[in-house]
């Protein structure tokens, strides 16, 4: 079983890695490849493994993959009390497509009532603003979401790619237990700033992507062979000679795997674990196997001069490309 870590310091204990579901609905592969059964299947492969923060979204489908949570607990017995939920608000969305940010206080209750209506429960875990919304003053943000805390709709409060200043400013209206964002081996834009003030004021960090969106795995092709709605297609780091570039920084946790007798993954999610109790990773899979060998990361050790090397051989400047392109990219708070 999976030991458990503290997120925050208001008291929200999560299991050491959790489950990114994006995938099981949205984002990766085509539509023809997501199996019902087999996402749900992974579910539950999950919560018996000790698993148990489980991360959606409203947007992910979008609604379907809350939908997906709920009949997955519902297959189980006891499956909604056995389990951290985690989701979020923030989008606007028209037509079935994101078509900007939104979180006026209405708006954020109207998205968790319907959250709530869809996962099938009166409470929601951990309940994040998915992205800033620069029209909206974060103290009226995290005001209307500590409203939703007192009325016991949500449990504890997150962000998600937050910035310095909104994190200071949101803190000081409700604690904040928990951001969200993308942290790695090969993204590691948080270390200078970010994860020192979140140090400093008790808040933990959920890392997503932590294999590189498949990078870090080494199972990986070139964006143009991706699905068109395949978020890799668009990735800058899957494109062209940047993704030359990567292959050859990632070979560095392909060698030291196969030292150790364990998978590329397995290292990738080893190194974060390594970087403190106070943080959750939320690799995504949509496949039991993926599921069980990612679970097994929190049994392999790293020597500190393993880390260093990879430190090193995944420095910032080995990797090429930004993490997103610029429309993605307006939407990150720093």
Partial sequence: ??????????????????????????????????????????????????????????????????????RALRTL?????????ATKFGFRIENGAIAGVDSRPARIREAVEGS?????????????????DPAVPIEDVVGTMADLVREGKARFLGLSEAGEDTIRRAHAVHPISALQSEYSLWERNLEPRIIPLLRERGIGLVPFAPLGRGFL???????????????????????????????????????????????????????LLHRGDDLAPIPGTKRVARLEENVAAADVRLTGD?????DAALAAERIAGPRYGAQQMAMVDR
């Fill in 306 to 310: 393993e880390v260093a090397a990879l």
């Fill in 1 to 70: 079983m999976l030991p458990t870590r503290t997120l925050g310091t208001q008291g929200l204990t999560v299991s050491a890695l959790g489950l990114g579901l994006m995938g099981m609905s949205h984002a990766y592969g085509s539509p023809e490849e997501r199996d019902e059964r087999e996402s749900i299947a992974t579910i539950h492969r999950a919560i018996e493994l000790g698993c148990t923060f489980l991360d959606t979204a409203e947007v992910y489908g979008p609604y379907a993959n809350e939908e997906l949570l709920a």
């Fill in 77 to 85: 017995p006891g499956g909604r009390d056995r389990v951290v939920i």
């Fill in 116 to 132: 709530l209506r869809r996962l099938r429960t009166d409470r929601i875990d951990l309940l994040y603003q998915h992205r800033v």
């Fill in 217 to 271: 795995t080494g199972e990986v092709k070139r964006a143009e062979e991706y699905p068109d709605d395949d978020f890799r297609r668009n990735d800058p780091r899957y494109q062209g000679e940047n993704f030359d570039a990567n292959v050859r920084a990632a070979s560095a946790v392909r060698e030291l795997a196969a030292q150790k007798g364990a998978t590329a993954a397995q290292i990738a999610l080893a190194w």
